[in-house]
């Protein structure tokens, strides 16, 4: 079953404007990542947080981790069109041998 | 060139069919997964390897077999493919070491396989 479950499903924005997507969780964790797949490609790692982080910055993107609900939201500041792609946030369900879980996705289309 | 490749990218076969889908890394990762993916279901985990003596069975085994040849190589097989085999097969790896309960994943650029 899926760990993960994003929200929304899919996101449309103009450029410029912040995206920002949710991701549930039902476990325990070590960590939480997101995940980006641009269309019938490969998914890329974006950034990690550790269940004892709150907050993490990388360039535009910011993600947040409250365990206390067991969620996670990432945030894409001054979205570009190049954002356009699927993102997925996956756990390891308080596992360290590797295994992850992905949710569903949240489908980011950014227009120009 | 890319850490994570695999072949074929494309394939269309036919039902009943033998199929063996392949990934190799020059990452120099221990630890190797198989995952299809379906519109609207996200990733779900095939099988996975820790290393070249283990192998594990994921969410959605049946119908697949796994070999590990090597630590760089883990090839999928579908023993006798299905329409419902249709999807898009990823691999990916991981690292062992100080930060391995840190398991971020590497993809390769994917599989698409048909089966009609």
């Known amino acids: ?112 | 060139d890319a850490d994570v490749t695999q072949t074929p990218r494309n394939r269309i076969t036919k039902t009943g069919k033998r199929i063996m889908l392949e990934c190799s890394q020059t990452k120099g990762h221990d630890r190797m997964y198989w995952y299809r993916q379906d519109p609207g279901l996200g990733l779900r985990l095939i099988y996975y390897s820790f290393d070249v003596k283990d192998i594990n069975k994921g969410e959605i085994s049946d119908g697949y077999s796994v070999s590990r040849q090597a630590q760089a190589k883990f090839s999928l097989s579908l023993e006798s493919a299905i329409p419902n085999q249709t999807a898009l097969y990823f691999c990916a790896t991981s690292d062992r070491g100080p930060r391995s309960s840190y398991n971020e994943q590497f993809f390769g650029p994917g599989t698409r396989l048909t089966v009609l």
Not at chain 1, 3 to 12: F, R
Not at chain 1, 59 to 71: E, N, Q
Not at chain 1, 80 to 95: E, I, L, V
């Open chain 1, 1 to 112: 079953s899926q760990q993960g479950e994003e929200d929304p499903q899919a996101l449309s924005i103009q450029e410029g404007e912040n995206a920002t997507m949710n991701c549930s969780y039902k476990t325990s964790i070590n960590n939480l990542q997101w995940y980006r797949q641009n269309s019938g490609r490969g998914l890329v790692h974006l950034i990690l947080i550790r269940s004892n982080e709150r907050e993490k910055h990388s360039g535009r993107l910011r993600v947040t981790l409250d365990t206390s609900k067991k969620s996670s939201s990432l945030l894409i500041t001054a979205s570009r069109a190049a954002d356009t792609a699927s993102y997925f946030c996956a756990t390891d369900r308080g596992s360290t041998l590797g295994r992850l879980y992905f949710g569903r996705g949240t489908q980011l289309t950014v227009w120009p």
